[in-house]
C-alpha cells in the first residue's frame, strides 16, 4: 500500500532498512533470557527445597519422642471489680402474642433491627 508523498513527511535523507535479528543473536539472546529464568527459579526452589528437608527432620526426631505436657489445675478466683463491656442487648425479631380464643395464642411477628 502505497501512500502520496506529502512535503511534510519528506526527512530529507533515506532511512535505513529495519534491523534483521541473525540467527546467532537470536540463540544467544534465548539462551541468556533462559539462564535468567532458570537462576530465578533455583534462587527461589533451593531454600524452599532445604527448608522442606529440615522440617521433615525435625518431625522424624520429635516423633520418636515422648511428648511433654504441663498440666495445672484450675482454681475458683474472686474480683472485687465489675466487668462492663461496651453494648446494648436488643432482639432481632419481636414477637406480640395475642389470645384469639380460650386456650390458643397467634403470635404476629413485627422485625426491628437498630444500628
Do not use: N, Y
Not at 511433654?68 to 482454681?75: A, E, F, I, L
Not at 436488643?90 to 433491627?113: K, M, N, Y
Amino acid at each position: 500500500m502505497s501512500h502520496p508523498k506529502d512535503p511534510k513527511d519528506d526527512l530529507g535523507f533515506a532511512l535505513p532498512e529495519p534491523a534483521k535479528l541473525s540467527p546467532a543473536r537470536a540463540v544467544v539472546i534465548g539462551t541468556v533470557t533462559a539462564a535468567l529464568l532458570g537462576g530465578a527459579f533455583l534462587a527461589a526452589w533451593l531454600p524452599r527445597r532445604h527448608a522442606q528437608k529440615e522440617l521433615a527432620a525435625e518431625t522424624t526426631q520429635t516423633s520418636s519422642e515422648r511428648l511433654r505436657v504441663d498440666v495445672v489445675v484450675p482454681k475458683v478466683a474472686s474480683s472485687d471489680r465489675a466487668l462492663s463491656l461496651p453494648g446494648a442487648i436488643q432482639p432481632l425479631e419481636r414477637r406480640r402474642c395475642t389470645r384469639a380464643r380460650a386456650g390458643t395464642f397467634t403470635s404476629g411477628t413485627s422485625t426491628s433491627v437498630t444500628r
